[in-house]
């Protein structure tokens, strides 16, 4: 359906707005540490979406499995949106620690890692999502 596509490219303009957002205010100095911060937000927009948005428009079954996740969603106001900005934050947190990294080679790897971790899921959630599965 129409409106699936719609909700997988709402979820993309958020997570790259607030990076984009992010990578502004922290004024993170180098592109490749927006990556590891865009991929988390992508996760968390994703859950975001999927959970407290979509789940309560069109009934699917969509839930958190994880348990801190879960309870961060379910146990305050903001529901998901809060888990949503916890990550965009984690991530600033962890690129600005990699960034004090003299070895380039394992400040590469250490920002490749945590990209991967939050495109992982993210891509799965918005591909689930899409599809409708």
Known sequence: PAHIGAQGLKLLLLAAGAALVAFYFTKLQRLEYLM???AHALDGAATWVSVDLFRAADGTGYFEQHMLSRAIGEATPLRFGLF???KIGFSILAVKVISEERDERLKNMALV???VLGLA???RDLLRLAAGT
């Open 113 to 115: 890692v945590i990209m």
């Open 121 to 123: 899921p993210g891509i």
């Open 84 to 86: 949503f900005l916890l």
């Open 36 to 38: 590891p911060v865009l």
